[in-house]
Every structure is written in structure tokens, then in C-alpha cells.
């Protein structure tokens, strides 16, 4: 229809042109339209850039892309070394200020205009549900809600249901490392032991579902999770460049996301319908219990429409789901990958490792939390890990409500000079 349309139009310049009678005026008005179009681009390219931090220049249309030549994570660091921590380089359709130290980080998200998300077609195919892609009110009320539940829950290191969370992980690593053990000296892929394991710790805060390794459904379910990021990596250039949406591989992976999107989704519903059934107010068994619980009493308390911002609860839980599982599933499964390597690689630190566990904890039983103070260099070589394989190196996107360029020179001014 495009190409159509474009062909239709280039014809009827042709002929306008070969009408003597009228190119003149034809001329006129097409250097009008370039010069006003090229006035109007530089205007706005020099109001948007006279108050951003400094930055590498990039190439019209493109911008920085067409000089990626590495991780994207990697030219990112060598870039904020060369102009600083807070930076700005335009990727081609989009400006992006990047900040790169964890006190600027933390003073810049406490400010409300820093609580928003960029306006793609992931994050309208989400449509402001969950938590990692929401903002504003919404993003305050659900972070702050799930902190609550987490902490009951025992996610934090204090709290009354810190018991529950180190009974629900032993029980995986048990069964994990039994597995394992059954297996003898025989070759195994550990990714798959490691994602049943630390999904079932999830789903278990989450919904009270344990899945085995080797269950179709959970299969299932962590292929389309898995199919989804890889979909969500091909289509990312087409938020930096729209027209690459006219290209049919961008197509079947837009349709396919939204495809295997539907199906997840219906897989959640049977989660939460299963919930309700079996609610009890008294018994809060986990986060969809709990979330389960807050509708009804929003209910009661006729504050329904105040709730998720008035959005739909059902899709709230599912979203919820989904981002619990995504965001605590693959970081800790490629984060104990990565110490699997290292320890291989390092056999000295392994050992050093099993000696202060063999000592402190003993072989009898199952390190824990109150261990930490005691195991020093267990807790370097983890720390060493994550700073060495950065499972999440670039952070969730983020953006602002309004325009913040001189407060990002103000923090650039406050941290780095
Ligand atoms: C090695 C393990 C982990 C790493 C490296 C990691 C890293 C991160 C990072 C970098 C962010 C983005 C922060 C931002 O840009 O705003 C994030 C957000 C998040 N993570 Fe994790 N994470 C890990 C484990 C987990 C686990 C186990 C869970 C849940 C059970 C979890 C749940 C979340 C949630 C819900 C968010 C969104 C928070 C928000 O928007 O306020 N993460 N994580």
C-alpha cells in the first residue's frame, strides 16, 4: 500500500516536472518545503542539545548506531569514560541521557519526572500493567505494595516470614542437589536444574506452584518467557528507527510477541482463577493471595477505582506474575551460571570457598543467612561474581515526564567536578 502510495506520488511529481508550465513553481515550492523542513530539524536539534551533557556526535536519521561496533552494555562504559558519568548520545530516533554511577543513579530516581517509561510498542502491548513497566502513581503504589508483601514473605533480611523464604529455597536446593547427585559423574546441562530451582522459589512466593524440570507445561512456559526476550532483542531497533516497522521480519516478530503474549497470559488467568476458588482471608498463602485480598477490601472500602489506577485486577495479577518471574528467574539462574564458571576457572577460590563453608557450616547441614557474617570470602567470591558477570547491565528503560537536562548538568556539575 506504501510503495503504492509512494509510486502514485512520484509520478505525479514527474509529470509536474516535465510540465514546463509548472516546474518553476514546482522548484519553488520543493526547496520551500526542504529548507523549511531542514530549518525546523535544526531548530529543534539545536534547542534539544544546547542544555544536554556532552556526548559523541552521531549521523543524521541514525545518529550514534551506525558506531556501535561492541556489546551495547560495553560502549556504553567506554563512553561514559571518555565523557563522563552523565552523558548524552542520540540513538536514532531517540535522545538518551545516560547515567552511569550508582549516586547519581540514586539521586536522580528519587525525583518524581524520573518515574516514566518510554512510549514504545513493548510498553503498549503492556499497556501499564505489572511493575517493571509501569510509572508514576501506579509504579509508587506497586513497588511499595510488593516491598510489603516480599518483606512478609521473608524476601528481606529482617522480618517475621524471613523463615518461610529460606525453608522454600533449602527445599529447591535439596531437591536440586539430589537430582544432581542422582545424576553421578554423567554430563548435565545445569541451566535447566538451576531455572526449575530458582522459578520454583518464585512460584512458590508467587502462586504456591512447584514445577518439575522436566514438566511440558513448565517447558512451556519458560520457552515463550525465553522467545520473548529474544523476539523483544529484534524488534528494539525498530524503537530507535520506525520505519524498520515496515520491514516484515519486524512484523512476524511484533505479531509473534503479541501471539505468545496472549498465551502466557491465559496461562496466569488459570493461576489467579485457580486463587480465588480457593481464597481464604484468613490463610494468605502467597502474592496473589495478597493481591487477591487488597481488591477485595478496596472493594469493601468503595476504593475500587482509586486501585491500579481504576485498571483491570485480573490483568494486574497476570502482569505481576510475569514480571516476578522474568526479573527473579533468569538474574539469579545466569548469576549462579556464572559462579559455576568462575569456580572451574579459579579452582584455588573454589577451594578457599568449600573450606570456609566446610568450617563455618559444616557438611551436616545447609548454609543460611546467619551464616553470612561468619563467611567472608563466600560472600566476596559472590559479590566478585556479580561484578564480574553484571546479569542486568543496563537496567529497566526509563524516562521522564518533562524535560530534565538541566538538572542532569546540575548532577554531572555535583558528582563529577
Ligand atoms: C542476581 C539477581 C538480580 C539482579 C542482578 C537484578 C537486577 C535488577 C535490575 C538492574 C533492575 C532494574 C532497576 C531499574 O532500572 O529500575 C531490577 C528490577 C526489578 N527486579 Fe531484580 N534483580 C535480581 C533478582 C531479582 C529477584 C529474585 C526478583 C524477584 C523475586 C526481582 C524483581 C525485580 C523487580 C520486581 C524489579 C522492578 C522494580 C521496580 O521497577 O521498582 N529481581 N532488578
Given at each position: 500500500?506504501?510503495?503504492?502510495?509512494?509510486?502514485?506520488?512520484?509520478?505525479?511529481?514527474?509529470?509536474?516536472i516535465i510540465d514546463t508550465s509548472c516546474s518553476e513553481s514546482l522548484w519553488t515550492t520543493l526547496l520551500f518545503v526542504?529548507?523549511?523542513?531542514?530549518?525546523?530539524?535544526?531548530?529543534?536539534?539545536w534547542r534539544t542539545s544546547r542544555n544536554l551533557p556532552p556526548g559523541p556526535y552521531g549521523y543524521p536519521i541514525v545518529?550514534?548506531?551506525m558506531r556501535i561496533k561492541r556489546e551495547f552494555h560495553e560502549e556504553l562504559t567506554a563512553l561514559s569514560r571518555k565523557f563522563g558519568s552523565v552523558f548524552s548520545v542520540?540513538?536514532?530516533?531517540?535522545?538518551?541521557?545516560?547515567?552511569?554511577d550508582h549516586k547519581i543513579i540514586r539521586e536522580a530516581f528519587r525525583r518524581e519526572e524520573f518515574a516514566c517509561r518510554p512510549d514504545n510498542d513493548f510498553m503498549k502491548l503492556l499497556d501499564g500493567y505489572g511493575i517493571i513497566n509501569t510509572e508514576g502513581k501506579m509504579w509508587k503504589e506497586q513497588r511499595r505494595f510488593l516491598h510489603e508483601r516480599l518483606r512478609h514473605f521473608?524476601?528481606?533480611h529482617m522480618g517475621d516470614g524471613r523463615e518461610k523464604m529460606e525453608n522454600r529455597i533449602m527445599i529447591e536446593v535439596y531437591q536440586m542437589i539430589t537430582e544432581l547427585a542422582d545424576k553421578k559423574s554423567a554430563p548435565v546441562e545445569l541451566g535447566s536444574y538451576l531455572s526449575s530451582a530458582v522459578s520454583n522459589v518464585i512460584c512458590s512466593l508467587l502462586m504456591s506452584v512447584r514445577f518439575r524440570h522436566d514438566d511440558p507445561k513448565f517447558i512451556r512456559f519458560t520457552n515463550l518467557i525465553d522467545d520473548g526476550f529474544k523476539l523483544f532483542t529484534v524488534t528494539a531497533a525498530a524503537g530507535f528507527i520506525p520505519i524498520l516497522k515496515l520491514l516484515p521480519a519486524f512484523n512476524y516478530a511484533f505479531n509473534k510477541i503479541r501471539q505468545n503474549f496472549g498465551e502466557i497470559s491465559n496461562f496466569y488467568q488459570e493461576i489467579?482463577?485457580?486463587?480465588?476458588?480457593s481464597f481464604d482471608a484468613n490463610n494468605i498463602r502467597d502474592i496473589?493471595?495478597?493481591?487477591?485480598?487488597?481488591i477485595q477490601n478496596a472493594k469493601e472500602e468503595g476504593r475500587s477505582e482509586q486501585l491500579f489506577n481504576g485498571k483491570n485486577g485480573d490483568r494486574q495479577m497476570q502482569q505481576i506474575i510475569g514480571d516476578m518471574f522474568s526479573a527473579g528467574t533468569e538474574t539469579v539462574k545466569t548469576t549462579l551460571q556464572w559462579a559455576t564458571v568462575f569456580a572451574l576457572r579459579e579452582p584455588h577460590m573454589q577451594a578457599r570457598v568449600q573450606e570456609e563453608l566446610d568450617r563455618v557450616v559444616t557438611r551436616f547441614r545447609m548454609p543460611m543467612l546467619d551464616d553470612l557474617p561468619n563467611l567472608p570470602y563466600t560472600e566476596a567470591f559472590m559479590l566478585e561474581v556479580m561484578r564480574r558477570a553484571t546479569a542486568v547491565p543496563l537496567g529497566t528503560t526509563h524516562s521522564t515526564s518533562r524535560s530534565v537536562s538541566g538538572f542532569c548538568l546540575k548532577l554531572r556539575a555535583k558528582f563529577e567536578f
Amino acid at each position: 500500500m506504501i510503495v503504492w502510495s509512494l509510486g502514485r506520488l512520484a509520478t505525479w511529481m514527474l509529470h509536474l516536472i516535465i510540465d514546463t508550465s509548472c516546474s518553476e513553481s514546482l522548484w519553488t515550492t520543493l526547496l520551500f518545503v526542504v529548507v523549511a523542513w531542514l530549518a525546523s530539524y535544526l531548530w529543534r536539534w539545536w534547542r534539544t542539545s544546547r542544555n544536554l551533557p556532552p556526548g559523541p556526535y552521531g549521523y543524521p536519521i541514525v545518529g550514534y548506531l551506525m558506531r556501535i561496533k561492541r556489546e551495547f552494555h560495553e560502549e556504553l562504559t567506554a563512553l561514559s569514560r571518555k565523557f563522563g558519568s552523565v552523558f548524552s548520545v542520540r540513538l536514532g530516533s531517540e535522545l538518551i541521557v545516560v547515567l552511569s554511577d550508582h549516586k547519581i543513579i540514586r539521586e536522580a530516581f528519587r525525583r518524581e519526572e524520573f518515574a516514566c517509561r518510554p512510549d514504545n510498542d513493548f510498553m503498549k502491548l503492556l499497556d501499564g500493567y505489572g511493575i517493571i513497566n509501569t510509572e508514576g502513581k501506579m509504579w509508587k503504589e506497586q513497588r511499595r505494595f510488593l516491598h510489603e508483601r516480599l518483606r512478609h514473605f521473608g524476601m528481606k533480611h529482617m522480618g517475621d516470614g524471613r523463615e518461610k523464604m529460606e525453608n522454600r529455597i533449602m527445599i529447591e536446593v535439596y531437591q536440586m542437589i539430589t537430582e544432581l547427585a542422582d545424576k553421578k559423574s554423567a554430563p548435565v546441562e545445569l541451566g535447566s536444574y538451576l531455572s526449575s530451582a530458582v522459578s520454583n522459589v518464585i512460584c512458590s512466593l508467587l502462586m504456591s506452584v512447584r514445577f518439575r524440570h522436566d514438566d511440558p507445561k513448565f517447558i512451556r512456559f519458560t520457552n515463550l518467557i525465553d522467545d520473548g526476550f529474544k523476539l523483544f532483542t529484534v524488534t528494539a531497533a525498530a524503537g530507535f528507527i520506525p520505519i524498520l516497522k515496515l520491514l516484515p521480519a519486524f512484523n512476524y516478530a511484533f505479531n509473534k510477541i503479541r501471539q505468545n503474549f496472549g498465551e502466557i497470559s491465559n496461562f496466569y488467568q488459570e493461576i489467579v482463577d485457580d486463587h480465588k476458588r480457593s481464597f481464604d482471608a484468613n490463610n494468605i498463602r502467597d502474592i496473589i493471595d495478597g493481591y487477591i485480598l487488597e481488591i477485595q477490601n478496596a472493594k469493601e472500602e468503595g476504593r475500587s477505582e482509586q486501585l491500579f489506577n481504576g485498571k483491570n485486577g485480573d490483568r494486574q495479577m497476570q502482569q505481576i506474575i510475569g514480571d516476578m518471574f522474568s526479573a527473579g528467574t533468569e538474574t539469579v539462574k545466569t548469576t549462579l551460571q556464572w559462579a559455576t564458571v568462575f569456580a572451574l576457572r579459579e579452582p584455588h577460590m573454589q577451594a578457599r570457598v568449600q573450606e570456609e563453608l566446610d568450617r563455618v557450616v559444616t557438611r551436616f547441614r545447609m548454609p543460611m543467612l546467619d551464616d553470612l557474617p561468619n563467611l567472608p570470602y563466600t560472600e566476596a567470591f559472590m559479590l566478585e561474581v556479580m561484578r564480574r558477570a553484571t546479569a542486568v547491565p543496563l537496567g529497566t528503560t526509563h524516562s521522564t515526564s518533562r524535560s530534565v537536562s538541566g538538572f542532569c548538568l546540575k548532577l554531572r556539575a555535583k558528582f563529577e567536578f
